[in-house]
């Protein structure tokens, strides 16, 4: 399968704060998302980027396929912010296989 | 409007009592997945169907399984539940095809407390 790591683990943010949280694959992918894990457990579709770059709001994101990375950008951050970021891909020859990040842990403070 | 639907939220069972979750949805979706997260990690991926072809992943345990009686429903049946097995279940969706290029849709989960 596709090895995918996320960076930092854990962050803590002063609202208003921006950050920049991080996805590394292992192969090349054509299937990309974005989700946030809410405090109650529920994964909310952010982002579908295998390449290029989309912005939604305060939320962003940039997926370099060639070097195997993608960024998630969130600006002006929010208590409402909070929660569990996960990044999981799809390779062409994984099937309808989704393997997903360690995640990133993000606390923001008011 | 909900569009993956889990039941129950909260799951209670004793030790060794078998229970079955259930996941529906109203997106027509081909593929359905069931993946079990435990506290602080990431999602992990049981199985999943494409229509009615069952894909296992290959370090399932065999206490664990899946029916899939029509393209709605999935059900996902935990045969002798040990305290282990604890954890938050989440079916997702997702519309599937060759190039597996659209996106997963989760329900709300379904946490599961073993006694």
């Known amino acids: 399968g596709i090895q995918v790591e996320q960076s930092p683990p854990d962050l803590i943010l002063q609202e208003g704060a921006n950050s920049t949280l991080r996805c590394n694959f292992s192969d090349s992918v054509n299937n990309l998302q974005w989700f946030h894990q809410n405090p109650w457990g529920q994964l909310i579709n952010l982002f579908y980027i295998p390449s290029g770059t989309k912005q939604n709001g305060r939320l962003s994101a940039t997926t370099v396929a060639t070097e195997r990375y993608s960024l998630l950008y969130i600006s002006s951050s929010q208590t409402t912010d909070s929660g569990v970021y996960f990044c999981?891909?799809?390779?062409?020859?994984?099937?309808?296989?989704?393997?997903f990040g360690t995640g990133t842990s993000l606390t923001v403070i008011p | 409007d909900a569009m993956v639907i889990q039941n129950p939220r909260y799951q209670v069972t004793q030790f060794g009592k078998p229970v079955t979750l259930s996941c529906s949805q109203t997106l027509n979706h081909n593929v359905m997945y069931w993946y079990q997260q435990k506290s602080s990690q990431a999602p992990k991926l049981l199985f999943h169907?494409?229509?009615?072809?069952?894909?296992n992943e290959a370090d399932t345990p065999d206490n664990f399984q899946s029916r899939r009686p029509n393209t709605s429903f999935c059900f996902l049946d935990i045969r002798s539940p040990g305290l282990g097995d604890a954890a938050m279940y989440l079916c997702?969706?997702?519309?599937?095809?060759?190039?597996?290029?659209?996106?997963?849709?989760f329900g709300p989960g379904t946490r599961l407390t073993v006694l």
């Open positions: 169907y494409y229509d009615k072809d069952f894909n």
């Open positions: 999981a891909v799809g390779g062409a020859n994984t099937g309808n296989q989704f393997y």
């Open positions: 997702a969706t997702s519309r599937g095809g060759f190039a597996s290029t659209d996106t997963q849709y």
